[in-house]
Nanobody, 126 residues
Framework: VQLQACGGGLVQAGGSLRLSCAASGRTVSSYSMGWFRQAPGKERTFVAAIRRSASNTYYTGSVKGRFTISRDNAKNTVYLQMDSLKPEDTAVYYC????????????????????WGQGTLVTVSS
C-alpha cells in the first residue's frame, strides 16, 4: 500500500488544519492507522492512532482534546483534525499503516507500523 499525506501548511496559533492520508494499492480498512510527527532535530514521535474498525483511538497526552483522528474507509482516507494549534505542534507529520492489531502500548511505537507516507509540514506561528 502507498500512503500520501497532505493538508499541512502555515497557520497561526489557535488555528486549525486537517491532514489527510490517502491510500492506494490496498484499502485503508485493512490497516490500523497512525499519525506521527518529527520536529527539527528531534526524533519521530507518536500523535494518534485508530484501529481498523475505528472502535478505539489513541492520542499522545499533549494533543488530547485538540486533535481527532478519524477514517473514511469508503474514501480510503484517514484524517487528523488539528484544532487549537500551538507553536510546539510545528513538525513534519507522517501517516503510517500497520497490519497489526494495535493496543495503546503498541500504537505509540514506530516499529509497529509497516507502511509510511512521505510527510507533510505543519508550521504554527505564535
Amino acid at each position: 500500500v502507498q500512503l500520501q499525506a497532505c493538508g499541512g501548511g502555515l497557520v497561526q496559533a489557535g488555528g486549525s488544519l486537517r491532514l489527510s492520508c490517502a491510500a492506494s494499492g490496498r484499502t485503508v480498512s485493512s490497516y490500523s492507522m497512525g499519525w506521527f510527527r518529527q520536529a527539527p532535530g528531534k526524533e519521530r514521535t507518536f500523535v494518534a492512532a485508530i484501529r481498523r474498525s475505528a472502535s478505539n483511538t489513541y492520542y499522545t497526552g499533549s494533543v488530547k482534546g485538540r486533535f481527532t483522528i478519524s477514517r473514511d474507509n469508503a474514501k480510503n482516507t484517514v484524517y487528523l483534525q488539528m484544532d487549537s494549534l500551538k507553536p510546539e505542534d510545528t513538525a513534519v507529520y507522517y501517516c503510517a499503516g500497520s497490519e497489526r492489531f494495535l493496543i495503546s502500548s503498541s500504537a505509540v511505537t514506530p516499529l509497529q507500523y509497516d507502511y509510511w507516507g512521505q510527510g507533510t509540514l505543519v508550521t504554527v506561528s505564535s
